[in-house]
T-cell receptor, first 114, second 114 residues
Framework: GENVEQHPSTLSVQEGDSAVIKCTYSDSASNYFPWYKQELGKRPQLIIDIRSNVGEKKDQRIAVTLNKTAKHFSLHITETQPEDSAVYFCAASAGGTSYGKLTFGQGTILTVHP | EAGVAQSPRYKIIEKRQSVAFWCNPISGHATLYWYQQILGQGPKLLIQFQNNGVVDDSQLPKDRFSAERLKGVDSTLKIQPAKLEDSAVYLC????????????FGPGTRLTVT
């Protein structure tokens, strides 16, 4: 089955700096890669996703890049703000071949210091 | 639109007792997922329903866990008997259909087994 590795497990940055979180996956059939943000005690919320026919996607301060050859994808947050502090999870899915089953990474605790 | 609803929000039971969780997905969402999230880890899929049929229960400990989705809407997840290692947050999610569709998560039920 799919295996998703996420690094780093913790990330501390100063407000205004950029943050990068990286994930690798094992199943070459995976074609959907969402990123979720989870604040303490709250539900995971989708912040951005990318499909395998796209190499990069951007939404304001957040961007995701995908390298299918190397089987890795990354989340980039620019101009970080204290409210970006949360746990971030990457996930991968093989879509139709696995009925959309998501396999999650272990999570990255991002702390943005004012 | 209304989000995914779950109840109860918190539950404390002793080992060997039984417990049940309830989930009401977003109206019109055909696919429903139950995830287990152990503290410090990413969510792990337990079972996935497409309407009222199971499409994936490969990671459900079937000797003690059961789930049903009668009439293809609400769902219940039951644990009987509970073990200490079942302490976790149980998240329900729904999506329009299986495949590469955004999954919307409920607030979760935090289970503590003593």
């Amino acid at each position: 089955g799919e295996n998703v590795e996420q690094h780093p497990s913790t990330l501390s940055v100063q407000e205004g700096d950029s943050a990068v979180i990286k994930c690798t996956y094992s199943d070459s059939a995976s074609n959907y890669f969402p990123w979720y943000k989870q604040e303490l005690g709250k539900r995971p919320q989708l912040i951005i996703d990318i499909r395998s026919n796209v190499g990069e996607k951007k939404d304001q301060r957040i961007a995701v890049t995908l390298n299918k050859t190397a089987k890795h994808f990354s989340l980039h947050i620019t101009e970080t703000q204290p409210e970006d502090s949360a746990v971030y999870f990457c996930a991968a899915s093989a879509g139709g071949t696995s009925y959309g089953k998501l396999t999650f990474g272990q999570g990255t605790i991002l702390t943005v210091h004012p | 639109e209304a989000g995914v609803a779950q109840s109860p929000r918190y539950k404390i039971i002793e080992k060997r007792q039984s417990v049940a969780f309830w989930c009401n997905p977003i109206s019109g969402h055909a696919t429903l997922y139950w995830y287990q999230q152990i503290l410090g880890q990413g969510p792990k899929l337990l079972i996935q329903f497409q309407n009222n049929g199971v499409v994936d229960d490969s990671q459900l400990p079937k000797d003690r866990f059961s789930a049903e989705r009668l009439k293809g809407v609400d769902s219940t997840l039951k644990i009987q008997p509970a073990k200490l290692e079942d302490s976790a947050v149980y998240l329900c999610a729904s999506s329009l259909a299986s495949g590469t569709y955004e999954q919307y998560f409920g607030p979760g039920t935090r289970l503590t087994v003593t």
